[in-house]
């Protein structure tokens, strides 16, 4: 089982960072995918969701309206389109992919860093 988050890095305040996480391993399409993220001395925080289908998405206040998440069961892929960029939403951002309420896999994160 494998989940490798990809296309973080670098963006100034108001920019906008494309992040996909790619599955194998598990029946990727049976699975509610989640993103959260996590900023030093802080805990991890679930940033958004989405059903196995694709047809609801959840997300922390904080993101409503700036990012969105999206998945593409062919590819085996979620992504999170992150827009409107804060420099607090910089964080090691993890995807994570689980049945119900409970999480099964995660992946390894990748960094998002948000500055000017």
């Known amino acids: 089982v494998q989940l490798v988050e990809s296309g973080g890095g670098v963006a100034q305040p108001g920019g906008s960072l494309r992040l996909s996480c790619a599955a194998s391993g598990f029946p990727f399409s049976d699975y509610y995918m989640r993103w959260h993220r996590q900023a030093p001395g802080k805990e991890r925080a679930l940033v958004a969701g989405?059903?196995?289908?694709?047809?609801?998405?959840t997300y922390a206040d904080s993101v409503k309206g700036r990012f969105t998440i999206s998945r593409d069961n062919a590819k085996n892929t979620v992504y999170l389109q992150m827009n409107s960029l804060k420099p607090e939403d910089t964080a090691v951002y993890f995807c994570?992919?689980?049945?119900?309420?409970?999480?099964?896999?995660w992946g390894q994160g990748t960094q998002v860093t948000v500055s000017s």
């Open positions: 994570s992919a689980g049945r119900g309420s409970r999480i099964n896999h």
């Open positions: 989405i059903t196995s289908a694709g047809g609801l998405t």
